[in-house]
């Protein structure tokens, strides 16, 4: 198995990686070239100084780091957050040669020097790794990140093993993942990998000497990006208390909630309503965590709490296409093939690069006629 996972259809991940896609307005400076590279998400400028831009925030990128990207695909990541920073060194590492290597990186390069409208000033090193090592320089990093790849890794103590001593001793590694949450078990939309909880990672990092420092989003959202580091002492072990938003999310849990069309309206009222008193928050990976639910609910064939659950994303974030991709797969899963080829074809207007939503489409086209 591959850890080019990027490319699975994940739908919860571009909030910032975490890969939601919503539709960006056509304005001036947003103008979106067309796309030079086969593989992974071509972010739009607006996209870079927004969602991409979380790097910078949070995770603290900054001028003079050596950073690697490790299961990085293409390397298309990189170059978005590329145009947000400057003086950065990348080494962007996958074992999968189709996806990275120079002439397809040559292509995100070009691409995003078009977004960015000046060359970008970042410098980047390809290296090409096995399923047990990464092939990365020793002690030379200040930040590793892993997105959306850990839970494809076949040998995986091995490969935190290897990825531990390619750090400075300062150094942190950052996992961007879907997550199980506490109570059930989730699979990851696309490749269909049992995703790991958050205390299975912990476990695994702190066997090799890794601690964790900072969790992002609650415990049981779908999506979280972790950090750890290797000074046990200093280890912050920071995670983020539920809000109103995540407790009204989390009752989505419930089947006999879930199931309960009259419940989950009140819960699409209550969250519209949390929602606008925060504006100015990032409440993104709100949508993650809701699709994440609805997934769970649609592979136990729990269809009505799961189209339920759908249709809350619709009614809060009607302008995401991976909103109706998602309800696409739901009237799919019910043999309901027009609605399904109608949201699947809503979902390539909102993100016309998105390939797994253009073959549901066809798909679902031919078994209406």
């Not at 957050?81 to 120079?102: A, C, G, K, M, P």
């Not at 100015?280 to 649609?298: C, D, H, Q, R, T």
């Amino acid at each position: 198995m591959q850890y080019t996972a990027k490319y699975f259809y994940l739908p919860v991940i571009v909030l910032s990686v975490l890969f939601i896609q919503c539709k960006i307005p056509k304005e001036a400076g947003n103008n979106v070239p067309e796309k030079p590279f086969k593989f992974g998400t071509p972010y739009t400028l607006k996209e870079c100084t927004t969602d991409i831009k979380y790097f910078t925030g949070e995770l603290a990128f900054k001028a003079g780091d050596v950073i690697a990207d490790v299961g990085a695909g293409n390397g298309y990541l990189d170059g978005a957050i590329s145009v947000v920073t400057d003086s950065i060194t990348f080494y962007i590492e996958d074992i999968n040669r189709t996806f990275l290597n120079q002439t397809e990186f040559d292509k995100v390069v070009k691409y995003y020097t078009q977004v960015c409208g000046k060359p970008m000033t970042n410098k980047f090193f390809i290296k090409i790794g096995t399923k047990k090592k990464t092939n990365l320089p020793e002690g030379t990093f200040d930040k590793i990140i892993i997105t959306n790849s850990f839970h494809e890794f076949e040998f995986p103590d091995l490969m935190v093993e290897d990825i531990k001593r390619k750090l400075k001793p300062a150094g942190k590694l950052i996992i961007c993942d879907a997550f199980s949450s506490l109570r059930k078990t989730r699979f990851v939309q696309g490749c269909n990998s049992k995703a790991y909880k958050v205390s299975e990672v912990v476990r695994i990092m702190e066997t090799h000497g890794l601690y964790p420092d900072e969790m992002i989003y609650p415990e049981n959202c779908y999506v979280n990006y972790l950090v750890f580091v290797q000074d046990e002492k200093s280890a912050g072990n920071r995670c983020r208390e539920n809000n109103v938003l995540d407790n009204l999310v989390e009752l989505l849990d419930k089947k006999s909630v879930a199931e309960d069309s009259i419940r989950t309206n009140s819960i699409t009222d209550s969250l519209l309503l949390e929602m606008n008193k925060n504006i100015v928050s990032n409440n993104l990976y709100i949508s993650s965590w809701i699709e994440g639910i609805g997934y769970y609910w649609l592979r136990r064939k729990e269809y009505k709490a799961a189209m339920n659950v759908f249709n809350i994303n619709l009614k809060i974030f009607p302008d995401c296409g991976f909103v109706y991709s998602s309800l696409g797969d739901g009237f799919m899963a019910l043999k309901q093939y027009k609605p399904a080829a109608i949201n699947f074809k809503k979902a390539i207007e909102l993100m016309p690069y998105d390939n797994y939503s253009k073959q549901k489409w066809k798909s679902a086209s031919k078994l209406s006629d």
